[in-house]
């Protein structure tokens, strides 16, 4: 694969209302960015993981907290929540993060040389999908990486509206620092911890069409919320990090990072991958 992406070839910049956007609100929006056929090879590959045909790393699959907690019954992807790191193992899911639809405007905002920082799979099954709270990514990379910010996508692989749990973002939150975040009462949201202060009132929501992608910078509060329709709100999510980041020396775990374009730099280069791992057979499901 070549390495060299130059500006002229990147078709898909930043425009100057995104640049705005992405300075005042601390995210864009992009419309009808992947087609339906192409949602539907991620969505088939993360269904195929899900129930045990393509094999994966269990650490990384997550059942709906309802279901794991015996709380309501539901199997195959109806008992889904999410899979992490999909980067790190799916040829698929790794060409989405590399494809230039994304990472052409990531460039003019993190520079040219950039890498995979977690990418996941979040399916939010009919009725019983959990919602997050109001959380700051940048909360749990800061102790990890020194940079200032890094960049999420967010794809809709289905529509995703209020009534199915879409994204809700505070605009300009950016700018107001990295709140507390505290645990939270409950199954699923145990994953993600709570930023002290965000106010529902001041969320906007982010409804969007298939194929239609939010970029955000990871300090901004966003959140969503629980399905109460009778379909999925399946998305997928891929960050991406400056590779002139500096890694803060982590005792226990050190985030996996995969190369995504450019150069990387030594600050970086421990554990960062180019190509898709091979999973051993003691940590497939
Ligand atoms: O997709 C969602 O419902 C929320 C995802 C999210 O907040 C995150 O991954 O940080």
Redesign the pocket.
């Known amino acids: 694969m070549s390495t060299v992406n130059t500006f002229k070839k990147r078709r898909n910049r930043l425009t100057p209302e995104e640049k705005t956007s992405w300075e005042e609100n601390g995210y864009f929006i992009r419309y009808h960015v992947f087609t339906k056929e192409e949602n539907e090879i991620l969505s088939q590959v993360a269904d195929d993981i899900a129930i045990g045909k393509i094999p994966f790393p269990t650490h990384r699959i997550f059942q709906n907290a309802l279901v794991r907690d015996g709380k309501v019954e539901a199997s195959g992807i109806h008992a889904m929540h999410s899979i992490h790191q999909m980067n790190l193992y799916s040829p698929k899911f790794l060409g989405r993060t590399r494809d230039s639809r994304l990472t052409d405007p990531v460039v003019d905002i993190l520079g040219p040389d950039i890498l995979g920082l977690n990418s ?1 799979y ?1 399916w ?1 099954p009919p009725k019983i999908g959990l ?2 709270p109001w ?1 700051q ?1 940048r909360w749990y990379t800061q102790p990890q990486f020194k940079t200032e910010t890094t960049v ?1 996508t ?1 794809t809709a692989i289905d529509a995703a509206d209020k009534d199915n ?1 879409c ?1 809700y973002v505070i605009p300009g939150s950016h700018k107001i620092g990295i709140l507390e975040h505290i645990d939270l009462e409950g199954s699923q949201q145990q994953e ?1 911890k709570q930023a002290v202060g965000a106010r529902d009132e001041d969320g906007v929501a982010v409804e969007l069409q298939p194929g239609s992608v939010i970029f955000f910078d990871n300090r901004i509060l ?3 919320t629980v399905n109460n329709s009778k379909r999925f ?1 399946r ?1 997928n ?1 891929a960050h991406y990090i400056s590779a002139k980041a500096e890694r803060v020396p982590h005792k226990n775990y050190m985030r996996p990072l995969m190369w995504v374009r450019g150069k990387i730099y030594p600050t970086l280069s421990e554990g960062v991958y180019r190509n898709p791992l091979p999973i051993a057979e003691s940590e497939g499901a």
Do not use: E, Y
Request: charged share 20%.
């Open positions: 996941l979040i939010k919602g997050f959380h990514d999420g967010w749990g994204l993600f966003h959140k969503s709100r998305s999510i």
